[in-house]
């Protein structure tokens, strides 16, 4: 199974830092990448998604893809404690086919 | 704004039971997956389904498993004997033709067997 690696966590960010969070992955044939974020007891929820190299920003979410290096990473700015969650990353190769997730990065971020 | 949707939230049922989950994707999408996360461990993907028939399973998905798409609007997953080591949060997920890998997940059914 090609993997997606994930640091388990926690991190701990004071709010209104900056959080980062990375994900590797090994299948070089991935073509689409993720990030859901997951509270405790419920479902994914789509954070971002990205396809090409470099950066994608929305509001206050920075996704980073290096395909070269097989690496993928989220920013979060101005981190608010409803922003403790567990990130996931994910990746497909395409089209309709499966996601396959990392197990998480938990955050949590404190007043 | 649309989401998808499953019954029940909560499932108990003893071992060797069948059980069906349900799902109701968004109105529009046409690509449809089932995902289980087991305590504490990572989302896997079960079965993937398009134009009425599976597209891709995992190894997980084996004999004792089926999906259907009984209707316009329903997605169930069913499990013909359960064990217990299929315990865990099912998520069903959905995706348009638009975004094929862009997948809306669904608040989960947990099932628990006893």
């Known amino acids: 199974q090609k993997e997606v690696e994930q640091n388990s966590g926690p991190l701990s960010v004071p709010e209104g830092a900056i959080a980062s969070l990375n994900c590797t992955y090994s299948d070089r044939g991935s073509q689409s990448f993720f990030w859901y974020r997951q509270y405790s007891g419920k479902s994914p929820e789509l954070i971002m998604s990205i396809y090409s190299n470099g950066d994608k920003e929305d509001g206050r979410f920075t996704a980073q893809l290096n395909k070269a290096s097989q690496y993928v990473s989220l920013l979060i700015r101005d981190s608010q404690p409803s922003d403790s969650a567990t990130y996931l990353c994910a990746r497909s190769s395409g089209g309709y086919n499966k996601l396959i997730f990392g197990a998480g990065t938990r955050l949590a971020v404190h007043p | 704004e649309p989401e998808v949707t499953q019954t029940p939230s909560h499932q108990v049922t003893q071992m060797g039971q069948e059980v069906i989950l349900r799902c109701v994707p968004i109105s529009n999408h046409l690509y449809f997956y089932w995902y289980r996360q087991i305590l504490g461990q990572k989302v896997e993907f079960l079965v993937s389904f398009y134009n009425n028939e599976i597209s891709e399973k995992s190894e997980i998905f084996d004999d004792q498993f089926s999906v259907e798409r009984p209707d316009g609007s329903n997605f169930t997953l069913k499990i013909r004997s359960t064990k217990l080591e299929d315990s865990a949060m099912y998520f069903c997920?959905?995706?348009?033709?638009?975004?094929?890998?862009?997948?809306?997940f669904g608040p989960g059914t947990r099932l628990t067997v006893l």
């Open positions: 997920a959905s995706s348009d033709v638009q975004g094929p890998d862009t997948q809306y």
